[in-house]
């Protein structure tokens, strides 16, 4: 391969990346990645590349590049602002709660449901998943809720009472970190709960255990 015709493909190689990374979806790493090509492929030719493409069309690229970086980063800067506006609320509205598919997880999510509504009011089920052992009576299930507002250490003491009103002794309770569980339960029933102070989410387990 000839001198020339190396060079004609560097160049080609130097602008297709180039135009790859100007649509590309990741903006951050597309600034990055754009301006470390230039300036390598600048710092082994330049004076082939200044002949090849010209300095206008040099600088037409890069000015390009500069006005859609500039303007990715604006919408980003928008967008993270109407997120940061967003009302404890207005997350909980935005999500979409799931049915249940079976009487064992509508019976697990109904029993979650009853103790979380008492201490944290409205809630939706995010997930839920039930697993049968031993027998069809020997359940346990796994379960995310969210919250309609922002959880709170005291809302511990609270689970606590409704758990202990429902008649399931203490197990366990504590916080650790930004981190609440509570485990509470019987010979036949235990019951699960967890979450993070200052997040909208509350995670539940319920095992129902056959004699």
């Not at 859609?68 to 979409?96: C, S």
Request: no cysteine; net charge negative; aromatic share 6%.
């Amino acid at each position: 391969m000839d001198k020339k015709t190396k060079t004609i493909i560097v160049v080609v190689l130097v602008v297709g990346v180039i135009g790859g990374l100007y649509y590309g979806v990741n903006r951050w790493r597309e600034q990055r990645l754009a301006n470390q090509i230039l300036k390598e492929a600048y710092g082994l030719n330049t004076g082939v590349l200044g002949g090849l493409l010209g300095g206008s069309v040099q600088e037409k690229i890069a000015k390009e590049m500069a006005k859609e970086a500039a303007k990715n980063e604006l919408q980003q800067a928008e967008d993270e602002a109407k997120e940061a506006a967003k009302t404890p609320e207005d997350r909980y509205d935005e999500t979409e709660e799931m049915a249940t598919y079976d009487d064992n997880s509508k019976f697990a999510a109904d029993e979650a449901r009853k103790i979380i509504e008492k201490v944290f009011g409205k809630t939706k089920l995010v997930s839920v998943y039930s697993n049968a052992y031993g027998s069809e009576n020997s359940v346990s299930s796994m379960m995310e809720f969210k919250i309609s507002r922002l959880a709170t250490g005291a809302d511990l003491s609270a689970l606590n009472k409704a758990l202990t009103d429902k008649g399931l002794p203490i197990i366990q309770s504590g916080i650790a970190d930004k981190t609440a569980t509570v485990m509470s339960g019987n010979d036949n029933n235990v019951y699960s709960f967890g979450f993070e102070i200052g997040e909208q989410t509350v995670n539940a387990n319920i095992m129902v255990i056959s004699e």
